[in-house]
């Protein structure tokens, strides 16, 4: 049987062309998604919410202990220079109380006066 020569070149992309339609049916099997996400969820807005209160507790909780702490640091340094001048004071009766941060004076134990 003799072919002619635009059979031959049908048979030769026959592959060609069944390579080319199950690719395509197979494209369509395959749908591909592409998801844009911009971060900006749910679940990102309440952990972020829940770490801006975490993070406004600690603050406040930080801002206690370093006013606290600053209370204490003047406290001392009153009682410091309390017992500088109590200790320095012509006032030869006046004594300084350990116990209790106090200038007393000797013969009544009331505070004494400093000038």
């Avoid at 049916?25 to 592409?34: F, L, S």
């Avoid at 911009?38 to 807005?45: P, V």
């Avoid at 009682?79 to 106090?102: F, H, K, M």
Wanted: proline share 4%; hydrophobic share 30%.
């Amino acid at each position: 049987m003799k072919t002619m020569p635009h059979q031959r070149l049908n048979r030769g992309m026959l592959p060609v062309v069944l390579l080319v339609f199950s690719t395509a049916a197979g494209a369509a099997d395959r749908t591909q998604h592409i998801i844009i996400d911009s971060g900006d969820n749910a679940m990102s807005r309440e952990q972020a919410r829940e770490s801006r209160e975490q993070w406004d507790g600690t603050r406040r909780l930080r801002n206690k202990i370093n006013n606290r702490a600053e209370k204490d640091f003047d406290k001392y340094d009153r009682t410091v220079d309390l017992q500088d001048r109590c200790v320095n004071s012509d006032n030869i009766n006046a004594y300084w109380e350990p116990n209790n941060g106090r200038c007393l004076d000797r013969r009544t134990g009331r505070p004494a006066m400093m000038p």
